[in-house]
């Protein structure tokens, strides 16, 4: 199923939509401005709210490197603040 069909049913319950894109990004085309948009632009904040991706696969970055985007500002300001981090490795060091 598309991400806009999926994101406009995930709206219609009032949820976040965060896209997992760890093997779209440089494999496909990612058209961000269409999902962030969503596929009614009259809408506001229909789009989704986040995006993220690990670089290590495609941009061959070491492991551990990845980009988290939100194109909403007061969801930059509220909920991403002082975000907990924590991720698959996170004992493990660099090498």
Known sequence: MPISSLTKI????????????????????????????????????????????NCHKWMSSPRGAAIMYCPKEKLRDTVLRYPPVMSHG???GYF
Do not use: F, R, W
């Open 10 to 53: 995930a709206k219609q319950y009032g949820l976040q939509v965060l896209v997992d894109g760890a093997h779209g990004l440089l494999a496909n085309p990612v058209d961000m401005a269409k999902m962030t948009k969503g596929d009614d632009e009259e809408i506001e904040g229909e789009g989704i709210d986040y995006y993220v991706s």
């Open 90 to 92: 996170v004992d493990d």
